[in-house]
């Protein structure tokens, strides 16, 4: 599975990947990561190390469109990570940011409220306007 091929990146401790709604996209999903990173590791600059490592192992149909870097995962009461509780909470995260960005477009940027959130997309997708495919 893709977080097998992430998990031999050194930088990374640990990573759930979720498929996230895409009308858009050809399959109507699109994967989003979440990832803990090892300690010593600059979140800015192993993001751009991760994308690269994506599209050399990764089939591209299968490599992130966004990167989440997180303190812990979600588990389940057997130990395995709540892929459910992710998706809730990437949801929940995407529609207060959609709120405040309909509230204050005129002055700010999407990349000033999820400064955590590495994507590889073209354009926002904060308001789900600028959805387009992943850049290669």
């Known amino acids: 599975n893709i977080e097998s091929i992430f998990l031999k990146n050194s930088a990374i401790k640990d990573i759930a990947i979720i498929g996230e709604q895409d009308p858009n996209h050809y399959n109507g ?18 993001m751009e190390k991760l994308k690269e490592y994506a599209n050399k192992f990764v089939a591209d149909y299968a490599i992130p469109v966004e990167y989440h870097v997180v303190d812990k995962l979600p588990l389940t009461k057997v ?29 700010i940027s999407c990349s000033g409220i999820r400064s955590r959130i590495y994507q590889r997309r073209r354009s926002c997708s904060c308001t789900g306007a600028g959805r387009t495919r992943p850049d290669n």
Do not use: M, T
């Open 29 to 46: 999903q699109v994967p989003v990561a979440f990832v803990i990173l090892n300690e010593g590791y600059d979140e800015k600059e192993i």
């Open 79 to 107: 130990g395995k990570v709540d892929k459910k509780k992710l998706k809730e909470q990437n949801n929940e995260e995407k529609s207060a940011n959609r709120i405040f960005i309909h509230e204050y477009a005129g002055n």
